[in-house]
């Protein structure tokens, strides 16, 4: 003790003896103390100084969350929680402490990926020297402590667990974890490693979580996961909650895009061309369908949406496309039932010098080699509505049965010769076939519905693997080539799986003398009523007079294949977004602006959508 003052103090000692005691000067008070009294003092104004400069380090403390902002799921209505989350999620937009809705957050590595690099990793191993940095929904959370909690984060069909500890934190712990709930989408800054639990023996693969991000808050309670979305209606009106909630919807969609891609890939390796035709028509043609009605303004004339692209796609090649398809919407005015919405996706393709039987060929090697790229077998299992399991084999070659024949065995009676089927005399036995089995059929009773009728009946119910019908009597096909050898008939099939359609083929019509026939027939039976009659389209007739090569046209409906390959059997589970009846709810349900009373700003248009005068 070098510096400081020394001096020697008599203390009195209450025993009786006089103690010389060597006292020196605190600097700090300028007190004079005992030698170790001021080390003392010296050793606990290092511990201020060093606490001080940890607190002037730190970043500040969030405030504590107010009561009316404190979110507790069981405890709420979901209109109350999303009262409570809207007002909540508003403060922050003015805050932005944290900035509820940022512009942009780095990923550097998909879940997916994490899940399939890391899985090998030992129970307990960290990789602290491996930055990655992810993103996804939050689908639950729990809270050991104050100081540490779990998330479950999904993205991309896969999920991993998300630890966060304080120690970890670089920034405010709390003010990352407090604002939290389920179903926000978060950003992970983080390393992966596989945590060690006391209560067993193998640890999750975990992302060790630095830093947190609020990405985009979810302002409405998500369904639980015990209970999950199970409400058709909901699923199907609320597609985008669907997919949060149900793995299966989003796997369905996967698989049709696969089925999409594979289709047009094979058609594309074969040197066709993928084209588009218009989607408003002035004649409804291409298919025997009842059309949508819809008016165009400027021309002050109604337009049809299209049933099928068939003649645009015939046109094509008498102009010298020879190999074309199409991929796309068709729309028809007709019954919404479990395997028919009012729009729905086809494939057409024509394809110049090729009949009927080279399609049949291509049908089997496009579907079953379809099946087998995206399922990894030939068979597959399909459930019906009422509960039958039909075991399904796709493995070509497929069953092929004709029509006339097939309803004479099934019925035990003989039809009229092939070349009388369109005759009034041919009429009155059918309908006399429909009494004696008991089978309705809604009017107008013409020949080819009645006929349509038989088939559904006695044929189509056979039809549990791949099934071709041929042959089918003209009246019932406009546009197909009247067979080579059976008077009457026309070259044509179709394909049924599970009792249900899904290609349309025939040998194209390219006659234009008969063409003309055949569409005078079509509007006979117009004028018997029926609506889905199809009417006489001069163009393609003129077009058939600068002649189409001898071609074969194939359709087949895209929903109907993904059904049976994803084992649905309602048509609205395939499609993203089906046709639902309008709700008619009485009281119309709050929207977050609404709930904080946000104002619509004014805006000057810039004339684009004004009608003009």
Not at 406 to 431: N, Q, W, Y
């Amino acid at each position: 003790m070098s510096d400081q003052a020394q001096s020697t103090v008599v203390v009195p000692d209450a025993a009786g003896p006089v103690d010389n005691v060597k006292l020196v000067l605190d600097e700090k008070t300028g007190e004079m103390v005992s030698k170790s009294e001021l080390k003392k003092r010296e050793k606990k104004r290092a511990a201020d100084v060093k606490k001080a400069e940890k607190a002037s380090a730190a970043p500040p403390k969030s405030e504590k969350k107010n009561k009316e902002d404190e979110l507790n799921e069981k405890e709420l209505t979901p209109n109350q929680y999303f009262e409570i989350r809207s007002r909540a999620i508003n403060k922050l937009r003015t805050t932005k402490e944290p900035n509820p809705y940022p512009h942009k957050f780095q990923v550097t590595h998909k879940i997916p990926e994490i899940v399939e690099k890391y899985s090998s990793l030992a129970t307990g191993e960290m990789l602290r020297d491996v930055k990655v940095c992810i993103a996804g929904r939050v689908h639950g959370y729990r809270a050991s402590s104050s100081k540490l909690r779990f998330y479950d984060l999904r993205a991309e069909g896969a999920k991993i667990q998300i630890m966060a500890q304080a120690q970890e934190c670089t920034g405010d712990y709390f003010a990352q974890h407090d604002t939290l709930q389920r179903g926000d989408i978060i950003g992970i800054v983080g390393f992966p490693g596989k945590t060690q639990p006391r209560n067993r023996a193998e640890g999750e693969l975990s992302v060790f979580a630095t830093e947190v991000v609020l990405l985009t808050p979810c302002l409405h309670m998500l369904p639980t996961e015990h209970f999950g979305l199970t409400n058709y209606e909901t699923r199907f009106r609320q597609r985008y909650l669907d997919l949060i909630m149900n793995k299966r919807s989003r796997e369905t969609f996967i698989t049709r895009s696969k089925i999409v891609s594979y289709i047009r890939r094979y058609f594309d390796e074969r040197d066709f061309i993928e084209v588009e035709t218009p989607m408003m028509n002035a004649i409804a043609g291409g298919a025997t369908a009842k059309p949508f009605i819809t008016h165009h303004n400027e021309l002050d004339m109604n337009l049809f949406m299209r049933v099928a692209p068939e003649l645009y796609l015939k046109m094509l090649v008498v102009g010298g496309l020879e190999r074309v398809y199409e991929i796309g919407r068709q729309f028809r005015n007709e019954g919404i039932d479990l395997t028919h919405n009012p729009e729905f996706t086809t494939c057409e393709f024509y394809q110049a010098y090729a009949d009927v039987y080279d399609l049949m060929d291509l049908t089997e090697d496009l579907v079953s080699g379809m099946v087998m790229a995206i399922t990894g077998s030939y068979k597959t299992t399909y459930h019906t509505q009422h509960g039958e399991v039909y075991e399904v084999n796709w493995e070509k070659p497929w069953r092929r049965v004709e029509m006339i024949p097939e309803l004479e065995k099934a019925t035990g009676e003989k039809f009229p010769p092939s070349e009388e089927l369109h005759t009034e005399e041919t009429g009155k036995f059918l309908r006399e076939l429909l009494r004696k089995h008991k089978i309705e059929c809604a009017p107008p009773q013409t020949n080819a519905r009645m006929l349509d009728k038989l088939v559904g009946e006695f044929i189509e119910e056979t039809c549990v693997n791949p099934t071709f019908i041929l042959n089918h009597p003209q009246m019932m096909s406009p546009l197909a080539k009247a067979h080579r050898s059976l008077p009457g008939l026309c070259e044509r099939f179709e394909t049924f799986v599970c009792k249900k359609e899904i290609c349309n083929a025939y040998t194209e019509l390219n006659d234009p003398f008969d063409q003309r026939m055949r569409f005078e027939e079509q509007a006979r039976q117009k004028a018997q009523g029926d609506d889905e009659a199809q009417l006489i389209d001069e163009n393609f007739c003129m077009s058939l007079e600068y002649g189409l090569p001898p071609t074969a046209g194939w359709g087949m409906g895209i929903d109907r294949v993904v059904m049976f390959l994803t084992d649905h059997y309602s048509i609205k589970e395939v499609l993203a977004f089906p046709f639902m009846k309008e709700e008619k709810n009485e009281e119309k349900p709050k929207f977050a602006a609404e709930v904080v009373d946000i104002q619509p700003m004014p805006t000057e248009s810039t004339g684009e959508l004004q009608s003009k005068d």
